[in-house]
Nanobody, 130 residues
Framework: QLQLVESGGGLVQPGGSLRLSCAASGFTLDYYAIGWFRQVPGKEREGVSC????????YYADSVRGRFTISRDNAKNTVYLQMNSLKPEDTAVYYC???????????????????????WGQGTQVTVSS
């Protein structure tokens, strides 16, 4: 079964940190772009960060650049999102998703909130509150 499983969400105070994990099973992430997305009720899903497996290039939304870091562990077939200096406005359900790199418009799809991404995790809640 091909799936992504997220973990690591929770409740944290403003200024705190969390690390989200996205583990793939049934397929290798070697040929995929992996994106982290978030959504709050009543708003469109937005791309937070993305990493390309072809060259390791990374991308961040302006709202998280300098605070969040995306990374991969090839041996574990897992992508991480380290979130530091968290703010209340970071509160959302976070999803990871994968899109096959070759022949796709994965970056444009990431910017469009994950349009056409092939596989999605179940989501993990991140709440930043005092």
């Amino acid at each position: 079964q091909l799936q992504l499983v997220e973990s690591g969400g929770g409740l944290v105070q403003p200024g705190g940190s969390l690390r989200l994990s996205c583990a793939a099973s049934g397929f290798t992430l070697d040929y995929y772009a992996i994106g982290w997305f978030r959504q709050v009720p009543g708003k469109e899903r937005e791309g937070v960060s993305c990493i390309s497996s072809s060259d390791g290039s990374t991308y961040y939304a302006d709202s998280v650049r300098g605070r969040f870091t995306i990374s991969r562990d090839n041996a574990k077939n897992t992508v991480y999102l380290q979130m530091n200096s968290l703010k209340p406005e970071d509160t959302a359900v976070y999803y990871c998703a994968a899109e096959y790199l070759y022949g796709s418009t994965w970056y444009a799809d990431y910017r469009a909130g994950g349009r056409n991404y092939d596989y999605w995790g179940q989501g993990t809640q991140v709440t930043v509150s005092s």
